[in-house]
């Protein structure tokens, strides 16, 4: 019980610890906070542009949703046909793989002379930076699925299709919640990157603008939010995972 309370509590007592040295390393070394602002420097910015920080926050939020959800979508249906097939798997798989080595930054110039600049540029960014993830993890939970036990059900009289929905897929949820995991953060980096660029508001577009005068505190408290919501939504994704794939960590906790 001791041992399942400290695993809960150690990620507060890491921040709190971190917290504690970046603080006394500014205070100590007396680092201007226009070079580098201690923690109570961005909490004295946040607290003062908390309107400002939370009408960004909420348009960075809901289109990394919009675009973390056309992920979703995507990722799966590609990963349910890779995964199904093994031509499949062995025609698309390299394709996909060598579009993910893409920076998708890239793509950022180019999409805002499809869709301009606002929400759609960054939308597409997300989408492009996180539905690899999901799409690899479904596929490798389907395309890994034991020859023994699809024979056994073969011979039991299920057909492919029963194999892939009633077996391969609930198999294939313990990959997927932690493709989510991944995915949710790396679609707030899209996000963002994209607001740096292609955007007049969201938390990318603050940081640019912090930065240009000289608001570094400010400038990291659009950091901090961005951290705190892809910190959320992963833990959210967590709790829904241990609640529907129980079976997968029976005992992993176990103290």
């Given at each position: 019980?001791?041992?399942?309370?400290?695993?809960?509590?150690?990620?507060?007592?890491?921040?709190?610890?971190?917290?504690?040295?970046?603080?006394?390393?500014?205070?100590?070394?007396?680092?201007?906070?226009?070079?580098?602002?201690?923690?109570?420097?961005?909490?004295?910015?946040?607290?003062e542009h908390s309107a400002l920080v939370?009408?960004?926050?909420?348009?960075?939020?809901?289109?990394?949703?919009?675009?973390?959800?056309?992920?979703?979508?995507?990722?799966?249906?590609?990963?349910?046909?890779?995964?199904?097939?093994?031509?499949?798997?062995?025609?698309?798989?390299?394709?996909?793989?060598?579009?993910?080595?893409?920076?998708?930054?890239?793509?950022?110039?180019?999409?805002?002379?499809?869709?301009?600049?606002?929400?759609?540029?960054?939308?597409?960014?997300?989408?492009?930076?996180?539905?690899?993830?999901?799409?690899?993890?479904?596929?490798?939970?389907?395309?890994?699925?034991?020859?023994?036990?699809?024979?056994?059900?073969?011979?039991?009289?299920?057909?492919?299709?029963?194999?892939?929905?009633?077996?391969?897929?609930?198999?294939?949820?313990?990959y997927f919640y932690g493709s989510l995991?991944?995915?949710?953060?790396?679609?707030?980096?899209?996000?963002?990157?994209?607001?740096?660029?292609?955007?007049?508001?969201?938390?990318?577009?603050?940081?640019?603008?912090?930065?240009?005068?000289?608001?570094?505190?400010?400038?990291?408290?659009?950091?901090?939010?961005?951290?705190?919501?892809?910190?959320?939504?992963?833990?959210?994704?967590?709790?829904?995972?241990?609640?529907?794939?129980?079976?997968?960590?029976?005992g992993s906790h176990n103290g």
């Amino acid at each position: 019980m001791k041992q399942r309370r400290l695993e809960q509590a150690s990620p507060w007592i890491l921040l709190v610890f971190t917290l504690l040295v970046w603080q006394m390393l500014c205070t100590g070394f007396k680092v201007s906070a226009f070079i580098f602002p201690s923690p109570a420097d961005i909490a004295a910015a946040l607290v003062e542009h908390s309107a400002l920080v939370a009408g960004h926050a909420w348009r960075t939020f809901w289109v990394t949703m919009a675009g973390f959800g056309l992920s979703i979508v995507v990722g799966v249906l590609l990963g349910f046909l890779i995964g199904s097939s093994r031509v499949a798997y062995t025609a698309v798989y390299p394709l996909m793989t060598a579009f993910n080595a893409l920076p998708k930054a890239a793509f950022v110039p180019i999409l805002v002379v499809w869709f301009g600049i606002g929400a759609g540029p960054a939308i597409l960014t997300a989408f492009l930076i996180s539905f690899f993830p999901i799409m690899v993890n479904i596929a490798t939970g389907l395309a890994t699925l034991e020859p023994e036990l699809e024979d056994v059900l073969r011979v039991l009289g299920a057909r492919r299709w029963d194999v892939l929905m009633k077996v391969g897929l609930p198999r294939s949820l313990p990959y997927f919640y932690g493709s989510l995991k991944v995915a949710i953060t790396l679609a707030f980096v899209g996000t963002t990157v994209s607001e740096m660029t292609a955007a007049n508001e969201g938390i990318g577009y603050l940081l640019i603008s912090a930065g240009s005068s000289m608001q570094m505190g400010l400038a990291f408290a659009g950091l901090v939010v961005v951290g705190a919501m892809a910190m959320l939504m992963y833990e959210f994704f967590s709790v829904v995972e241990k609640r529907t794939t129980g079976w997968a960590h029976r005992g992993s906790h176990n103290g």
